[in-house]
């Protein structure tokens, strides 16, 4: 167990529909990562927070968005899905930044028929 | 970007063999990761290791960064080691993410 908690783990729904993926990161870790893997583009990263701030962007398209809240959690928001967008997304997170070992969680596996 | 690649993309094994897996890097990194994909998805940690040698029970892992590769050593594999195993790094040059390799899938047969 990571200690980084990734709800719901499967998730399956329709096009044009909205989720929200969530994430607890490990006790003390300020950093939050989300990451995308599809099996034709491999592991992508998509945004970062750092303590409540976004820190970086990756490949995250317009349609999804992020934050991470006062108590450290994140979410990621998918919205007008296509079916592209099925895939795993992870969490992960790390104490600081990435010079610092980063922790995944066990991935939410989306579904959009 | 900095690439990563990652080889044998694909491997076989008998139960108990050793093998060697291998990332290569283009740039100067300052993190190097090495993790285990179960075949239910999860991404379980393997070493933590931007340079050096670090063993944990049946895996080794040795990084010699002056020269951009790592090197992850599974001896006497078993069927639960199959997976697919990706390294990722973290360049040098200011980036806040971990660039992934494509990965090694291992399959291990009894």
């Known amino acids: 167990d990571s200690g980084v908690t990734q709800t719901p783990k499967h998730l399956i729904t329709a096009t044009g529909q909205r989720v929200t993926l969530r994430c607890s990161p490990r006790s003390g870790d300020l950093s939050v990562y989300w990451y995308q893997q599809s099996l034709d583009q491999g592991l992508q990263f998509l945004i970062q927070y750092y303590n409540g701030e976004e820190r970086a962007k990756g490949n995250i398209l317009e349609r999804f968005s992020a934050q991470q809240f006062p108590d450290l959690h994140s979410e990621l928001n998918l919205s007008s899905l296509e079916l592209g967008d099925s895939a795993l997304y992870f969490c992960?997170?790390?104490?600081?930044?990435?010079?610092?070992?980063?922790?995944f969680g066990q991935g939410t596996r989306l579904t959009v028929v | 970007g900095i690439q990563v690649e990652q080889s044998p993309p694909d491997l076989i094994l008998q139960e108990g063999a050793n093998s060697t897996l291998r990332c290569n890097f283009s740039?100067?990194?300052?993190?190097l990761q090495w993790f285990h994909q179960n075949p239910w998805g999860q991404l379980i940690n393997l070493f933590y290791?931007?340079?050096g040698t670090k063993q944990n029970g049946r895996l080794s892992a040795t990084t010699v960064a002056t020269e951009r590769y790592s090197l992850l050593y599974i001896s006497s594999s078993q069927t639960t080691d199959s997976g697919v195993y990706f390294c990722a790094v973290l360049p040098n040059y200011g980036a806040n993410n971990l660039f992934f390799g494509t990965g090694t899938r291992l399959t291990v047969i009894p």
């Open positions: 992960a997170s790390s104490v600081e930044g990435l010079n610092t070992e980063a922790f």
């Open positions: 290791i931007p340079s």
């Open positions: 740039d100067s990194v300052n993190n």
